[in-house]
Structure formats: C-alpha cells, structure tokens
C-alpha cells in the first residue's frame, strides 16, 4: 500500500492512461454524485457553483448562514486496495511485479482526497457563496503486455487548491423566475502526467523519482455564469431548467493534466411535493455540449534540453452517453436535529447510489459511481466509492 500511497501524496494523481478519457473536473460533491451528478437545474449547495452557480439561490433560506468546515472526503477505486497489496508484497523483485502487473492489465485505479470548506448565506436580495478547495487525486493503468507508451503503468497526478467566489440573484417576472449566477475561481496545482517502468516501482523513493521528472506548476483563472429558469414557480411540480457555462477564461493551466476547458452544460429538474417526503428531486444533466473534453493518447517519452517529457495527443471525444447524467434524491426526514437523503441515478450509462446524513452540526455522506476511462470500444470502467464527513451548520 505505501508505493500506491505514496504516488497518490505527489500532488496526487488522476486519470493517466493510454487513452486518457476522463472528464475535467476540480470536484466532486458526494451529494451529488450520488445523484448522478445531476445538479445544472438543481443547486441548493454551495457547491453548485462547480455545475451552476446560479443554483445558490436555492440554498433554503431558513438555515441562515450555512458554515461547512472541514468537509474531508475521500475516494477510491474498488480493487484499489488488492492492487496496493499485491505491488507491497512483490518488493523489489522484477518477476514479482511482473506477476502483478499481469494480474491487473487493462485496469485503472484511483485514489483522491479533497477538502471545500465554505460560508454561505441566501436571502431575498441574493445568494452568495465563498470557499476554499484543498485536493489531490490519482489514477494509474496497469498495461501488463505494455502500452503505447512503451511502460506497464502510465499516471497522471495534482496537488491544487484555491479560492472560490460566487452569487447569485433570482428575478421575478411575469413569465416566471429567472435566477442569474456567476462565480470565480483561482486554482493552483502541481501536477505530473508520464510512464512507470518496472524500475520506478522499486525502492522507497517512486515519488520523489517521478516528482522530480514529470512535476509541472501551473495556475488558472476561471468565470462561471449560469441561469436557472423556474417557469411555473406555482407549479406543485416546480419544474427547472438550467444552462451553465464554466471555466471562461485562461483555466486550461498551460494543458497539464488537470486543466479546465471551457464547458457549456444544460439540465432540467422538477421538484414535486409528494406526502410523507421532505423532499423529491428529478434531474437530467447533458454537460459539456461542444465536446472540449479530449481523450489524450500518450507516446514515449522523448528528451528536449536534457528534460524528459511525454509526447501526448489530444482527440476530440463525442461520446454522449459520458455525458448523459440522471439523478433522483429522496428526502426521508430533515429536521432540526436529523436529515438523510437517499439518491440514486445514472452517471455515463453506470449506476450511482448515495446517502447524506446530518445529525446536529456533523455529517456524513457517501456515494458509489463508475467513471468510464477512454471511448467506445476501449472504454475502462472505474467504480469508485465516496466518504465525507464534516463539520457544518
């Protein structure tokens, strides 16, 4: 396990692969996750301002200032942990690792840590949001019989944080209400995107190594905008539709892993008020619908100036179906003291399920989803599961 950990601590590391596939993102909130991912049209968390920043004004007003600290969560792989304890218990030995990396060709594994802590509060006037993010993520795909890049194993990696700003303001007219939203981001990151051959995964010092080949620093600044449209705001249905557009602006970060492209997304949702639920929620998402998502294909590794760098490839992805998301959330009991939600839905042609819990100031959240590596044919499938807990009121 320490080899696996110790790569995910670099800065950490997200999807790196042959065919790296994997959609942008700088988080993933388990309560919304669990839906699908479903939350264009929906909001009512801070963190909508990563889907639609418009959606804060759905925050209920009721709760006053609504204060998440120390919203730790986690995610990780299914065989995550067989995968970590196999490579552990080869060592340093080459017929060993071998033995392993055989065991899992054609597999991908996954491992990331994030914190978003923030103050928000939603009023007659408007909504408005402020939060710092704080994550790290890390993917690896096993290539027993090797790989376009010529090694058993190609990663990708960050480390990255920063600020979070965003508000939003509803507008009552005579053909319903129109919410209008906008936040902005500034992000940071160390990241590192290469191969790993069997002599990279000997020894103690595998981070350290690729940390001091492959490390890249960057930054970006990004705009969200987005609207919500509630046409019959009467309705017992409460019927929605949204449109965000996110990341205008420079958030690509230099076209290192982890950058942000400019995505425009739509969804719509319908609320209806059903006896003995405290709430039920329908969502249909159709994100990035210009297809700035790229698969990036990877080649060996060539030397300019004596540096080490790895040769990639961006092709254009028009997969629908990784963009297709369905969610429903069913609100069992919400209290003054105790909550709990239970989601499910569908998040690029997989399952998700979910459950949120509130009790006082702590809560706990968890969800399960599958995220689909490449296109077509070649597509891997990674099931993850989610846990967070924090501290909030």
């Known amino acids: 396990m320490k080899k696996v950990v110790t790569l995910a601590l670099l800065g950490a590391t997200s999807s790196l692969m042959a065919l790296g596939g994997e959609f942008a993102s700088l988080y993933k909130d388990p309560r919304v996750m669990g839906m699908g991912g479903a939350n264009v049209a929906v909001g009512a968390y801070s963190s909508s301002v990563f889907s639609n920043p418009a959606g804060l004004t759905n925050i209920k007003k009721d709760h006053g200032f609504v204060v998440d600290i120390l919203s730790l969560g986690v995610s990780t792989s299914e065989k995550v942990g067989d995968f970590a304890s196999d490579l552990d218990d080869a060592g340093d030995d080459d017929t060993k690792i071998f033995d392993v ?3 899992y060709s054609g597999e991908a594994f996954s491992i990331s840590a994030s914190n978003y802590s ?22 690896f795909t096993v290539h027993g019989n090797g790989s376009t890049s010529g090694s058993p194993i190609e990663a990708a990696g960050r480390g990255y944080g920063g600020l979070v700003l965003g508000a939003a303001k509803p507008y009552n007219t005579k053909y319903g209400r129109l919410d209008v939203g906008m936040s902005m981001k500034y992000i940071v990151q160390n990241s590192y995107e290469g191969p790993l051959y069997v002599s990279d995964l ?3 010092d595998v981070g350290k190594t690729l940390q001091d080949t492959y490390e890249k620093e960057s930054s970006g600044f990004g ?11 009467n309705s017992k249905w409460h019927p929605a539709f949204g449109l965000s557009i996110l990341n205008i602006g420079a958030m690509e970060m230099d076209n290192n892993y982890g950058g942000q492209p400019m ?10 008020e059903v006896p003995f639920l405290s709430k039920l929620v329908l969502a249909v998402d159709y994100v990035d619908m210009f297809n700035a998502n790229t698969i990036r294909v990877y080649d060996y590794p060539s030397t300019s100036n004596g540096t080490l760098e790895v040769a990639y490839t961006d092709y254009e992805d028009t997969d629908m179906m990784k963009r297709l998301r369905l969610g429903m959330g069913i609100g069992l ?3 003054t003291y105790f ?3 239970v989601n499910v839905g569908l ?3 997989a399952y998700t399920a979910g459950l949120d819990m509130e009790l006082t100031i702590l809560k706990l959240n968890f969800a399960t989803y599958e995220e689909q590596i490449g296109t077509g044919s070649v597509d891997i499938s990674d099931r993850r599961y989610m846990a967070q807990i924090g501290i909030g009121w």
Do not use: C, E, R
């Open 101 to 103: 990396l055989d065991k």
């Open 263 to 272: 995505s425009v997304n739509v969804g719509a949702s319908v609320t209806p």
């Open 118 to 139: 923030s103050i928000s509060k939603n009023s007659d006037a408007f909504a408005w949001s402020i939060g710092l993010l704080a994550a790290s993520d890390a993917t």
């Open 347 to 349: 998040y690029q042609g």
């Open 202 to 204: 000997q020894g103690d």
């Open 339 to 341: 909550s709990t939600t």
């Open 333 to 335: 009991v919400d209290s």
């Open 223 to 233: 705009v969200d905008i987005g609207v919500t449209y509630h046409p019959f705001v």
